[in-house]
């Protein structure tokens, strides 16, 4: 069982920036990496990023690449979300979640969640 908890969402100007953090009760090879998921009302939910717990990959999908980047903190069981330049519709709510990655996307299934955190970009 892995515990994970998403800090760090609010409400942001346009072209500002936010830190998420995703803090797991345990980095274990039940999962391979930490993926970041968003969803705003009425939309799909999207896989936006994710990185390896056990390499170097990562992943972004064209919505956030050049834009956010995804980090892991292996001493503190955590990853974050480096978001900058944010616009308004990357408002939503964003969660992560513990399943697969690889350079070339989001893998597998994904059997633990955080609770969300709400991100909010004002135009």
């Known amino acids: 069982q892995v515990q994970l908890v998403e800090s760090g969402g609010g409400l942001v100007q346009a072209g500002g920036s936010l830190r998420l953090s995703c803090a797991a009760s345990?980095?274990?090879?039940?999962?391979?990496?930490i993926a970041w998921f968003r969803q705003a009302p009425g939309r799909e939910r999207e896989g936006i990023s994710c990185?390896?717990?056990?390499?170097?990959?990562?992943y972004y999908s064209p919505s956030v690449k050049g834009r956010f980047t995804v980090s892991r903190d292996n001493a503190k069981n955590t990853v974050y979300l480096q978001m900058n330049s944010l616009k308004p519709e990357d408002t939503a709510i964003y969660s992560c979640?513990?399943?697969?990655?690889?350079?070339?996307?989001?893998?597998?299934?994904?059997?633990?969640w955080g609770q969300g955190t709400q991100v909010t970009v004002s135009s």
């Open positions: 990185i390896s717990v056990t390499d170097s990959s990562t």
């Open positions: 345990t980095f274990t090879l039940d999962y391979k990496g």
């Open positions: 979640a513990a399943g697969g990655c690889t350079s070339a996307g989001l893998t597998g299934s994904y059997a633990y």
